[in-house]
Every structure is written in C-alpha cells, then in structure tokens.
C-alpha cells in the first residue's frame, strides 16, 4: 500500500487536472451526442472533441480559479459559526 501523499503545491494543478478532464468529457460528449447526425461514429467524435476541450478547460481552470476563489472570498465567511 501507498501510504505516500502528493505534496500540497501540487494540489492546485491536480486539482485543475482532474476537473478539466472531467469537465471536458461531460460537456463534449453531451454536445457530440445532440449535435452529431450520425449516432455510429458518436465515440470517434466524443474523443476528438475530448481530446480538443480537455487542454482548453485545462487552462481555463489553472487562469480562471484563483479569481474566482477571491471573488468568492468577498461572500463567504472565512469560518463556519
């Protein structure tokens, strides 16, 4: 067994990692899915988009995130009552 954890300063860019994959696979597959005329080639088309999206989110995230956690700094208590 691993008893081994990942140091914290990575903790950000897994963090974006690991949702921007996830993200990226919902959103495309769902749009693939409405938008494809042919349900046959759904797959090979859900990948490529995946496959274009996931860097996109990725990025996104990693640029997008710190601004949104300071924002919601600003409406949420820093401490549960």
Known sequence: ML???IPLRFRTMLFA???SCNTALIV???IIYLHS???EHYIRQWLGAFITAWPIVFIA???????VNK???VFVEA???
């Not at 995230?61 to 601004?67: E, G, K, N, R």
């Open 28 to 30: 495309s597959g769902i």
């Open 37 to 39: 005329a042919s349900k």
């Open 17 to 19: 990692l690991v949702m």
């Open 61 to 67: 995230i990693l640029l997008i995130a710190p601004m």
């Open 71 to 73: 924002l919601l700094n």
């Open 79 to 81: 401490t549960e009552n």
């Open 3 to 5: 008893n081994q954890k």
